[in-house]
């Protein structure tokens, strides 16, 4: 308990005084070699940073991302006008160059499994989800989405839960309505499920889509504007997966403009970062605490963009050391979590026999038992259940799986 405190302490300390426990990286041109660079540094400490070269003459914009499983930042790069994947080992600081197939500018990354996903969508108004799998330099197609007719993506705008294997992506259907679409990845059939958005305004976008795989709480920013498409403010948001309800955090006051490609999310203290420019049109960092719900700002160097958070020790920690469970093991997906009223839990790999499950309160209690009939998906009901945490447990014959539950 006593750690626990202390951990606590330190993060309030951290956010406090403006200084982040790990590392941004981002990518930005040299003036003088023409050049691409990438630059490491610490939020809003201009001591920091150190600058590696690399051979790219450019890159194609919102196109960044880190894989926190093998500490690998990635851009797709340009070199003598040919597609070139960039990786940069955040430990190591040593660069590669892949001919790989080009990033859509809408990927993520489950750091459980150091898998990417990413959409890309046709005229036909279908949107593909693509896994990559950079190790093995395959690409496959996993499922599609047409609900109803969408037409393009919205950029920056995805986040991944990689307790569970889900993919978020927040943008208009063919009815213009705002929507939260959640792909679990992981599932052997395609699943994914729509919510339509109520939103605090009726006039807004959302973007810079996060996910906490602490708090299991997808944030985003929203930009506001009146009935005359006048900008009226921006604010940081929560979404909640199941109700659609999107509920306001804090307002980004003094900041109408946002560097496109820059927000990302330290797993480790909950603070969500962006470049933003205030009325004389300086460009600072925001900083801004999902646990008190207030932001500080200050220096983030010259012209970087492509900005991710360098959540590899998190990853470490939580999956491939931890008690979480990794690729090899997940075998059991609960979603939404949190849940309300019910929750759909899914099986990824065939269990002979007879299924048991229970669901079992923080103090120990069974609260919960069912036999289930060997399908990959059940919808269970736990509308009877109090708000709290709980342990779902998956009984066969061969093993025992296990996931937490958090009913809000």
Same mark, same amino acid.
């Given at each position: ?8 302490? %330190? ?5 406090? &005084? ?20 990438? $630059? ?58 892949? %001919?790989?197939? +080009? ?9 459980? =499994? ?21 190790? %093995?330099? &395959?690409? &496959?197609?996993?499922?599609?989405? @047409? ?7 919205? $950029? ?13 992506? !927040? ?15 992981? @599932?052997? #059939? ?18 810079? $889509? ?13 930009? =506001? ?11 940081? !948001? ?21 560097? +496109? ?12 970062? #962006?470049?933003? /420019?205030? =009325? ?6 925001? !900083? /801004? ?6 932001? !500080?700002?200050?220096? #983030? ?60 309160? +923080? ?32 009984? @066969?014959?061969?093993? =025992? ?8």
């Amino acid at each position: 308990m006593k750690m626990k405190l202390l951990f606590l302490l %330190a993060a309030a300390l951290c956010m406090n &005084t403006g200084r982040a426990q790990i590392n941004l990286i981002g990518a930005a041109v040299n003036q003088e070699s023409g050049k691409i660079d990438l $630059v490491k540094w610490q939020a809003l400490e201009p001591g920091s940073i150190e600058v590696f070269p690399t051979a790219l003459d450019g890159y194609l914009l919102t196109t960044s991302a880190f894989n926190a499983y093998n500490s690998h930042y990635y851009l797709n790069g340009i070199i003598d006008q040919s597609n070139t994947l960039l990786g940069f080992d955040s430990q190591t600081n040593t660069l590669s160059y892949n %001919a790989f197939s +080009a990033f859509s500018n809408i990927s993520e990354i489950d750091m459980s =499994t150091g898998l990417i996903y990413t959409l890309t969508s046709d005229t036909e108004g279908f949107i593909y989800v693509e896994e990559f799998n950079i190790e %093995a330099g &395959t690409d &496959t197609i996993i499922g599609a989405i @047409s609900e109803p007719g969408l037409m393009g993506l919205v $950029v920056d705008a995805i986040g991944f839960n990689s307790n569970d294997g889900v993919l978020y992506y !927040v943008g208009p259907d063919g009815n213009s309505n705002y929507c939260l679409f959640a792909i679990a990845v992981r @599932s052997e #059939v395609f699943l994914f499920e729509k919510t339509i958005l109520n939103l605090p305004s009726p006039f807004g976008n959302i973007t810079s $889509v996060q996910y906490d795989n602490v708090s299991n709480t997808i944030f985003a920013m929203n930009a =506001t504007f009146d009935e005359m498409g006048n900008y009226t403010g921006n604010y940081i !948001v929560d979404i909640d997966g199941l109700s659609g309800e999107v509920s306001n955090r804090g307002l980004l006051a003094g900041f109408p403009y946002y560097l +496109a490609g820059s927000s990302s999310y330290d797993q480790n203290t909950g603070n969500m970062m #962006v470049v933003a /420019f205030d =009325t004389a049109f300086i460009q600072q960092m925001i !900083v /801004f605490s999902t646990r008190t719900n207030s932001f !500080v700002t200050g220096f #983030v160097p010259d012209n970087v963009s492509e900005i991710v958070c360098d959540n590899a020790r998190f990853a470490q920690n939580t999956y491939i050391t931890g008690t979480a469970k990794t690729a090899a093991d997940q075998s059991l997906s609960i979603y939404p979590n949190p849940a309300h009223n019910a929750f759909w839990l899914s099986l990824y790999s065939a269990e002979d026999g007879p299924l048991h499950l229970s669901i079992i309160d +923080a103090g120990g209690r069974c609260v919960h038992n069912e036999h289930l009939n060997g399908q990959q998906r059940y919808s269970i009901d736990v509308s009877g259940l109090q708000p709290g945490f709980y342990l779902v447990n998956m009984v @066969s014959q061969q093993k =025992t799986l296990s996931s937490k539950l958090i009913i809000k």
